[in-house]
DNA sequence: GCCGTTTTCGGCCCGACTGTTTTCAGTCG
């Protein structure tokens, strides 16, 4: 049963650093790869979103084929500058301006260009995407194991999908293939098992868990100097990989903190341990407590693989890489493994271009070092105490881990112009979060009460609306009660000379044609709407087109005040319906700009986080505020606001981006702002 | 495939680790 849930995961989620990305960007769609239709109204035939993903999708199809390696990275680039362009992307390519964009050339220039003008793909992506076995994109998630060596199995044994792999391995005949072993059948073997489990990586919310307790131990071991938490953990990504430890200490006593190590708790495997690196595998035994899971919306349960989750997460695993350096060597280390990739290949080669070469040992003046290389090589070094010193020799600002991702944060550290980005005490309240009246477990009074322990000044309650059987979805009487009962907590409230109130409002179901629920005298009576999809086997089964039209024709809706969980993604769950996010934000930044408020939600469960961080700064960009919602189904549930912090500060939100950062008075005002 | 130009083609970030090899290829970040 579990086996079965997971491997129909596994269709839509790979594990490569680069499919995977995809995935997480939500432009992925269905289970396997097609060129998309062009849309049926014409010019453009293409979204951006389109032409984002079939670039990059091309560039992995390439990979798997053998191309040139710096062939293959010019449709990544392309794929980037295309998903991470600001201006409208139809008019660019309208107006013939796509060719001056940075990374796209003759070559991609005309067929990206043919495609949108014309409806059609170039010969050789279609020929690419049907020649390509889909089951080999799916081989890519397994850890360790490559577009060549994958192409190399195809080719030698015939094997096209993961469960044709996994007999060759279990009749041992991969271990006679060159450039194979017993060894790396084994390792494809467990690979495999990690795949179904978990598509090889782990939410954030669960990666910091486990992070946090390891850190907490090593940082217990005597003549541990520094420890630090690395990696996507650090920089707050949706989803992790495997967790990165940097400690720092004196040479001599590396081989002491490193036994200390190995002899902790909570280690299921040593997978390997040098002199400077040691990995681990870490499973739930770390936690002194076992961890709560809460209590999740039943469509969040289903996607994440139902009764069976609970089970799976506590026998889960995940793995850990722990490098001790000399203190001195702590920062470049720490800021090497923080990364990303994209933003170390920036910093390099702005070291570069000062006459500096920058890795994990230092930051090294190239006329000094000759030959010398690596750690022999840093005792030329710049010294820095921290990584505030390393950006300063490069000429920049301080970049904090969230933002290392190439995304402009170079470009705007250069001019000065880095945001100040939300922290979680700027939060005075949330807006979606449910009761008992539908599919939470705490009270009304409950959830005030929680709210304000956290010291908020206000809490907006938004139960399921009347459709939404499934959630126990309120009917229009039973949502007119409640609003008389926060009526009375308010008016109570206010009498004792408390500040803290509530507002009313529901978390609307979109219904056909981007109708809401309910009729107009009931929701006029209502602070807020939150329009949230949930049929999303209906939206899964549409074209981007046709979802991008209802949610547009949602957000004008008059009651409609923010769009819940903009894409229906669970991460580690299932893909967002297909849509032109760009179209609607953009739409709703136009409303704004006339006066009628209408913000975006940044959905804060940990399964969620959508808004993803990737569109936070296009909706800052456009005018939308974000609002930071728990989505809490009980009182736990309202601390996952942090989690969306997190993600916003991710998506370089500022604290006036963010709507559940005002006065209940300038919340009652803006949502006043109906038409 | 893109870029930058020495305008016709070479260079494209770089190092560690692993498991294969017997000097290296593949993968990862």
């Not at 799916?138 to 994958?150: D, E, H, Q």
């Amino acid at each position: 049963m579990l086996i079965d849930i997971l491997f129909k995961t596994i269709g839509t989620n790979y594990r490569h650093n680069q499919v995977i990305e995809i995935f997480h960007m939500n432009m992925g769609g269905g289970g396997v790869w097609k060129l998309p239709r062009p849309r049926a109204k014409g010019v453009p035939f293409f979204s951006r979103n389109q032409i984002a993903t079939t670039l990059h999708q091309v560039g992995v199809l390439l990979e798997l084929k053998g191309a040139n390696p710096f062939r293959t990275r010019s449709y990544f680039n392309g794929s980037r500058t295309i998903s991470t362009l600001t201006e409208d992307f139809g008019e660019v390519v309208i107006s013939g301006r796509l060719m001056d964009l940075k990374g796209i050339g003759k070559g991609l220039g005309s067929g990206i260009t043919n495609a949108v003008l014309e409806g059609e793909w170039p010969e050789d992506w279609i020929e690419l995407f049907e020649k390509t076995p889909s089951g080999l994109i799916v081989m890519l998630g397994i850890p360790n194991l490559g577009p060549k060596r994958i192409k190399l199995l195809n080719e030698e044994l015939g094997i096209t999908n993961i469960i044709e792999l996994q007999e060759s391995c279990e009749a041992s005949e991969i271990e006679d293939l060159s450039g194979f072993g017993k060894k790396s059948q084994q390792k494809i073997l467990d690979g495999i098992q990690l795949l179904k489990r978990f598509n090889a990586r782990r939410r954030l919310d669960i990666g910091l868990l486990y992070g946090n307790a390891l850190k907490e131990l090593i940082s217990n071991i005597p003549k541990v100097e520094q420890i630090e938490l690395a990696g996507s953990a650090r920089r707050k990504k949706e989803s992790i990989g495997d967790l990165d430890l940097v400690i720092g200490a004196k040479s001599e006593h590396h081989d002491e903190i490193s036994n200390s190590i190995l002899s902790l708790p909570g280690i299921a495997d040593i997978k390997g341990a040098g002199d400077s690196k040691i990995s681990l595998i870490l499973d739930t035994s770390i936690f002194e407590n076992e961890f709560n899971l809460g209590n999740l919306d039943g469509g969040v349960l289903d996607a994440i693989g139902g009764e069976d989750y609970e089970k799976m997460e506590a026998t889960g695993t995940i793995d850990a890489q722990v490098r001790i350096v000399p203190s001195n060597m702590f920062p470049f280390t720490l800021a090497y493994f923080t990364g990303s990739k994209e933003h170390n290949i920036r910093m390099r080669q702005r070291a570069l271009d000062r006459g500096l070469k920058l890795n994990e040992f230092g930051l090294i003046p190239i006329a000094k070092i000759d030959d010398l290389k690596g750690i022999e090589a840093a005792q030329f070094s710049i010294k820095a105490d921290s990584e505030e010193d390393i950006y300063k020799r490069l000429d920049l600002p301080y970049i904090v881990p969230e933002l290392r991702e190439d995304l402009g944060e170079i470009e705007a550290g250069e001019e000065n112009n880095l945001p100040e980005l939300i922290t979680i005490n700027s939060i005075r309240g949330a807006f979606h979060n449910h009761t008992i009246l539908s599919d939470g477990e705490a009270t009304l009074e409950q959830m005030a009460d929680e709210a304000q322990k956290l010291n908020w000044e206000y809490l907006g309650i938004s139960d399921h609306s009347e459709s939404l059987k499934i959630a126990n979805g309120a009917n229009a009487n039973d949502l007119l009660n409640q609003g008389k009962l926060i009526e009375k907590y308010n008016s109570t409230w206010k009498e004792k000379g408390n500040d803290f109130r509530l507002f009313h409002g529901v978390e609307s179901d979109i219904l056909e044609n981007g109708k809401l629920d309910y009729s107009e005298d009931v929701l006029r009576e209502l602070d807020y709407v939150v329009a949230s999809v949930h049929a999303m086997t209906k939206w899964n089964n549409r074209d981007e087109s046709e979802n991008t039209e209802d949610l547009i024709k949602t957000i004008e809706n008059k009651y409609t005040t923010m769009l819940g969980h903009p894409t229906g993604r669970i991460i580690q769950g299932r893909n967002g319906y297909e849509v032109d996010m760009h179209a609607v934000i953009r739409t709703m930044g136009d409303m704004n700009e006339n006066g009628i408020f209408k913000a975006i939600e940044l959905n804060a469960s940990p399964y969620r986080l959508d808004l993803d961080w990737r569109l936070c700064k296009f909706a800052k960009m456009c005018g939308v505020p974000v609002s930071i919602n728990p989505d809490a189904h009980d009182l736990m549930g309202l601390r996952d606001v942090r989690f969306g912090t997190y993600i916003a500060r991710k998506g370089w939100l500022e604290k006036s981006d963010v709507l559940n950062t005002k006065s209940s008075e300038e919340v009652a005002t803006l949502f006043s702002k109906r038409s």
